[in-house]
Nanobody, 127 residues
């Protein structure tokens, strides 16, 4: 079971990036997915999560209206489209997975709900 996060990079404030979380060794359909981020010197915080079917999603207040989570189960991949990026969004972004029903989202207020983690991808937003 592996998750591979990618798509990070350097972008100017106001710009956009799309992160991908590709799964291998298991089928994402039966897993809830969360995105977390960790800025230097700070604790890991939850950003967004989505149910196995893609029908339910949650966003932290700090990213609501700017980030969109989606999934393509045929490609075994979950995406995080990030727009109107701010310097405060600079962090290593991680995706995580946990087995769940198709309409279940697993909260990202804590990392404890997730079993499998990707290696992280760095997003740097310059002012």
């Amino acid at each position: 079971v592996q998750l591979q996060a990618s798509g990070g990079g350097l972008v100017q404030a106001g710009g956009s990036l799309r992160l991908s979380c590709a799964a291998s060794g298991f089928t994402l359909d039966y897993y809830a997915i969360g995105w977390f981020r960790q800025a230097p010197g700070k604790e890991r915080e939850g950003v967004s999560c989505i149910s196995g079917s893609g029908g339910s999603a949650y966003y932290a207040d700090s990213v609501k209206g700017r980030f969109t989570i989606s999934r393509d189960n045929a490609k075994n991949t979950v995406y995080l489209q990030m727009s109107s990026l701010k310097p405060g969004d600079t962090a290593v972004y991680y995706c995580a997975a946990v087995p769940a029903g198709p309409d279940t989202i697993v909260g990202v207020t804590t990392t404890q709900g997730y079993d499998y983690w990707g290696q992280g991808t760095l997003v740097t937003v310059s002012s």
